[in-house]
């Protein structure tokens, strides 16, 4: 079957750096997706990777590591409107996005 | 408006009611999806539709049945449900089929509850 893999729930500090981790075992590969969703409102789109490396965009980073099937979302400079859940997504061969669960991602002062 | 909108933002529903959720963009995108969203569960794709057709029907109970009449609104006609059904019913919109580089554009959601 196919699974992807991500913490439940992250707790971290206002100003600190968090890393969300995501592992995949799919039927192929062909890009990877990590969107945010605030309580109650839509999911919307942060990054894709379809290459490895690191591609960053300001505070947010997103790594991808495709012979590993691994990648994070860095948050730098924490803020407390960060505090949301993260949701990666992989395309797997058919060009189905096959979905986590999600993690929380909970913000400290 | 922009973006996708959903509406209701909530519904509750008894088991026996027909109802409706509807949602509309206004992003020129031609593919339109359902999710169904269960706390901390993975998303679970329901129905899309690319240029108007239906391309994908993941084996969703027939109490659930999608209408599109055209590119810009999608309907979920709802009848006879179950409690487990209760959920957050999201739709998304992308400009053509799912998965091939396009990026998702979602409504905020709603909020179902079957009593």
């Known amino acids: 079957g196919q699974n992807i893999d991500q913490p439940t729930e992250m707790t971290a500090t206002e100003g600190a750096i968090v890393q969300i981790n995501c592992t995949y075992q799919?039927?192929?590969?062909?890009?990877l997706f990590w969107y945010q969703q605030h309580a109650g409102e839509a999911p919307t789109f942060l990054s894709y990777?379809?290459l490895d490396g690191l591609e960053e965009k300001g505070r947010f980073s997103s790594f991808l590591s495709r012979s590993k099937g691994y990648s994070y979302l860095l948050l730098k400079e924490l803020q407390m409107k960060d505090s949301a859940s993260y949701l990666c997504?992989?395309?797997?061969?058919?060009?189905?996005?096959?979905w986590g669960a999600g993690t929380k991602l909970i913000i400290k002062p | 408006e922009t973006g996708v909108t959903q509406t209701p933002r909530h519904l509750v529903m008894g088991m026996t009611n027909k109802k409706s959720l509807k949602c509309e963009q206004h992003?020129?995108?031609?593919?339109m999806y359902w999710y169904k969203q269960s706390a901390k569960k993975p998303l679970e794709l329901m129905f899309v539709?690319?240029?108007?057709?239906?391309?994908e029907n993941n084996s969703v109970p027939s109490r659930f049945s999608p209408e599109c009449p055209n590119s810009s609104h999608l309907f979920l006609h709802l009848h006879t449900l179950q409690p487990e059904d209760s959920a957050l019913y999201l739709c998304?919109?992308?400009?053509?089929?799912?998965?091939?580089?396009?990026?998702?554009?979602f409504g905020a959601g709603s909020r179902l509850t079957v009593l």
């Open positions: 997504a992989v395309v797997d061969s058919n060009y189905q996005l096959i």
């Open positions: 998304a919109s992308s400009h053509t089929g799912q998965g091939e580089g396009n990026v998702l554009t």
């Open positions: 799919t039927s192929g590969f062909n890009g």
């Open positions: 990777n379809v």
């Open positions: 539709y690319n240029f108007k057709e239906q391309t």
């Open positions: 992003l020129g995108h031609n593919a």
